[in-house]
Nanobody
């Protein structure tokens, strides 16, 4: 499975940016796709995730709730992360992740639940 994320960018605080991540190779109708991020000198942290099947159950980190929205287009094997009201503390390298066998919503927020990772894309929010 290959995950290809769109290019990030530089945005002013309060602005918006949308990331996309397309999966290719051996994909499944079920499973989870999500986003993590890693700021300089910090651990990689969970941002948001969405189930590909059913109602598309989502899970968000508290730090992005109400500002970020994750969505999916299963026909395109693509997940999107709409980021609004961006803050300087959102500056990080954003990584797309996927796995086809994450059992619980809680597990969707764990880095170790994901088997496949994209290459990372830098998002910089200026103050």
């Amino acid at each position: 499975v290959q995950l290809q994320a769109s290019r990030g960018g530089l945005v002013q605080a309060g602005g918006s940016l949308r990331l996309s991540c397309a999966a290719s190779g051996r994909t499944f109708s079920s499973g989870v796709m999500g986003w993590f991020r890693q700021a300089p000198g910090k651990e990689r942290e969970f941002v948001a995730a969405i189930r590909r099947s059913g109602g598309g159950i989502t899970n968000y980190a508290d730090s992005v709730k109400g500002r970020f929205t994750i969505s999916r287009d299963n026909a395109k094997n693509t997940v999107y992360l709409q980021m609004n009201s961006l803050k300087p503390e959102d500056t990080a390298v954003y990584y797309c992740a996927a796995d086809w066998s994450i059992a619980t919503t809680q597990a969707m927020g764990r880095r170790g639940s994901y088997s496949f990772w994209g290459q990372g894309t830098l998002v910089t929010v200026s103050s």
